[in-house]
């Protein structure tokens, strides 16, 4: 008997999310082993450079660093909030939206709209300073 390819058994709504928690578990460690490989890439804000506006994601990557090795973000007001929702509440969220059949809440026009909301209130909170 011929065993289907693993890509052909699983879920192909789900296949986009495996391989964004794969790709963040795989950024985690570059951040949490070599932070140094993209802390000093020398990287700089689009945003910041044209607008003189920090973005939602400013400073977020040093703070991940920060919370990965136990110190305090400082960078980024929104830092906490957002590793919560990126380690814990989006993978518990597909989880419970795979075992449940509704995979399809990601495209629901209320999560786009809170996520705007979130974006938002995060620009606000990390140009206040």
Known sequence: MLMPKISQRVDPALRAHLWLIAGLAAATLVLALRPGWIVDAGYHCQLQMLFGLRCPFCGMTRDFVAILHGARPALNPSSWLAAAVVYGVYPITVA????????????????KSAVVAALVVMTVLNNLR
């Open 96 to 111: 419970m939206a795979w075992r449940a059949g509704r995979l399809d809440i990601f495209r629901s026009a209320g999560l």
